[in-house]
């Protein structure tokens, strides 16, 4: 059984970074066919997803547009995780984040974490 | 980016009711179309992926479908349980995106 299991702050400092980890149990963050997923959600933009990393012989990672100047995902083959850095946040990117897993082929985010309140404020 | 617009924004049905949901993709996705369900505090639950296949667990009253651009989620006869957002998203290509949600209310 597939569980993800998020850790982090819950309060960022405008232009500080957001670090949220989300551990892994029930798959491996190596597995050929899964991807492992950040998405967050606010009142303003609604479910928003954000990038993903995915072994395929290689790491590769993929960004939204609209936050890849500022965000790395990173997989922790060692403890089975994966990460979000956001950098240089603002009010506009506290929402509720959530880590989830995508299964290619069908391709759906099947499985997802408890989600993290992160708000951005001094 | 593929655009997802979800109507009606807010439904008010009975326990017992037949309800459809409907999402319009900007451009065609073929079937990589998911459905999820959220409740307040939770994180979204997949009911259908691939427009039509029905997640493991999830009751049959549950069903979806379409393709290319045009998509349904019809709930065959509410349960109290169903009461809830009701969200699509497209996995055809990143970014990945999603309908902005139809809230279902008890009328």
């Known amino acids: 059984q597939v569980q993800l299991q998020q850790s982090g702050p819950g309060l960022v400092k405008p232009s500080q970074t957001l670090s949220l980890t989300c551990a892994i149990s029930g798959d491996s963050v190596s597995s050929n066919f899964a991807a492992w997923n950040w998405i967050r959600q606010s009142p303003s933009r609604g479910l928003e997803w954000l990038g993903r990393?995915?072994?395929?012989?290689?790491?590769?990672?993929d960004y939204a547009v609209s936050v890849k100047s500022r965000i790395t995902i990173n997989p922790d083959t060692s403890r089975n995780q994966f990460s979000l850095q956001l950098n240089s946040v603002t009010p506009e990117d506290t929402a509720v984040y959530y880590c989830?897993?995508?299964?290619?082929?069908?391709?759906?985010?099947?499985?997802w974490g408890q989600g993290t309140l992160v708000t951005v404020s001094s | 980016d593929i655009q997802m617009t979800q109507s009606p924004s807010s439904l008010s049905a009975s326990v017992g009711d037949r309800v459809t949901f409907t999402c319009r993709a900007s451009?065609?996705?073929?079937?990589?179309l998911n459905w999820y369900q959220q409740k307040p505090g939770k994180a979204p639950k997949l009911l259908i992926y691939a427009a039509s296949s029905l997640q493991s667990g999830v009751p049959s009253r549950f069903s979806g479908s379409g393709s290319g651009t045009d998509f349904n989620l019809t709930i065959s006869s509410l349960q109290p349980e169903d009461f809830a957002t009701y969200s699509c998203q497209q996995s055809n290509s990143t970014p990945y995106t999603f309908g902005q949600g139809t809230k279902l209310e008890i009328k």
């Open positions: 990393t995915y072994y395929r012989s290689k790491w590769s990672n």
């Open positions: 451009q065609s996705i073929s079937s990589y």
């Open positions: 989830a897993r995508w299964l290619s082929g069908t391709r759906p985010f099947d499985h």
